[in-house]
């Protein structure tokens, strides 16, 4: 599958994103699907996941309350609605999926990356 996320930009602190990443393939609804997130000079880090149906997701702490993983499965899409932007979310984020296998926060867990979107807050 190839992924291609879109969506980043520049917004103020408080404001907000959405990210869209579009697979190309006829099983992406078999496909877990995560978002990443990379600073400059960090490691990438688990922001959410969600399962093959929707009805399961998962949030890194930083994120919860703020950020909705959600899908479209006739749409081939996954989005990451981005609410109430902090400074320390700047960075580019990922999408990334792996097949017939459930939701995981490891980047060693999944097969397909997209190319990444600049996400930047200001303060």
């Known amino acids: 599958v190839q992924l291609q996320a879109s969506g980043g930009g520049l917004v103020q602190a408080g404001g907000s994103l959405r990210l869209s990443c579009a697979a190309s393939?006829?099983?992406?609804?078999?496909?877990?699907m995560g978002w990443f997130s990379q600073a400059p000079g960090k490691e990438r880090e688990f922001v959410a996941t969600?399962?093959?149906?929707?009805?399961?997701?998962y949030y890194a702490d930083s994120v919860k309350g703020r950020f909705t993983i959600s899908r479209d499965n006739a749409k081939n899409t996954v989005y990451l609605q981005m609410n109430s932007l902090k400074p320390e979310d700047t960075a580019v984020y990922y999408c990334?999926?792996?097949?017939?296998?459930?939701?995981?926060?490891?980047?060693?867990?999944?097969?397909?990356w997209g190319q990444g979107t600049q996400v930047t807050v200001s303060s």
């Open positions: 969600i399962n093959w149906s929707g009805g399961s997701t």
């Open positions: 393939g006829r099983t992406f609804s078999s496909y877990a």
């Open positions: 990334a999926a792996r097949n017939n296998l459930p939701p995981s926060d490891s980047n060693l867990a999944y097969d397909y």
